[in-house]
């Protein structure tokens, strides 16, 4: 059965920086391609990052381009969001996702609350 537990979030100050983890299991992490979402209060689930399988190949929204970076580590089944200069309108639930066959598999996801 597939799993997807994210981890790492938390409250921080505008302009710091948090990693995000999101363990995986219950299928091939290894030759999956992984992407990063969030979801603020009252808004759309919005993409952020896609990763592929080997981690050569990333690509980012907009709205978070420079400053946040996903990576992976096939061995751990894991996948993180980095994210730096982080802004007040950063605070939102990030859920990382994998699909197959068609299927979109989610995570719990993790809150995020940049404030001062």
């Known amino acids: 059965q597939v799993q997807l537990v994210e981890s790492g979030g938390g409250l921080v100050q505008p302009g710091g920086s948090l990693r995000l983890s999101c363990a995986a299991s219950g299928f091939t992490f290894r030759t999956s391609t992984m992407n990063w979402y969030r979801q603020a209060p009252g808004k759309e689930r919005e993409w952020l990052a896609v990763?592929?399988?080997?981690?050569?190949?990333?690509n980012y929204a907009d709205s978070v381009k420079g400053r946040f970076a996903i990576s992976r580590d096939n061995a751990k089944n894991t996948v993180y969001l980095q994210m730096s200069s982080l802004k007040v309108e950063d605070t939102a639930v990030y859920y990382c996702?994998?699909?197959?066959?068609?299927?979109?598999?989610w995570g719990q996801g993790t809150q995020v609350t940049v404030s001062s």
């Open positions: 990763i592929d399988r080997t981690g050569t190949i990333t």
């Open positions: 996702k994998f699909t197959r066959s068609g299927s979109d598999f």
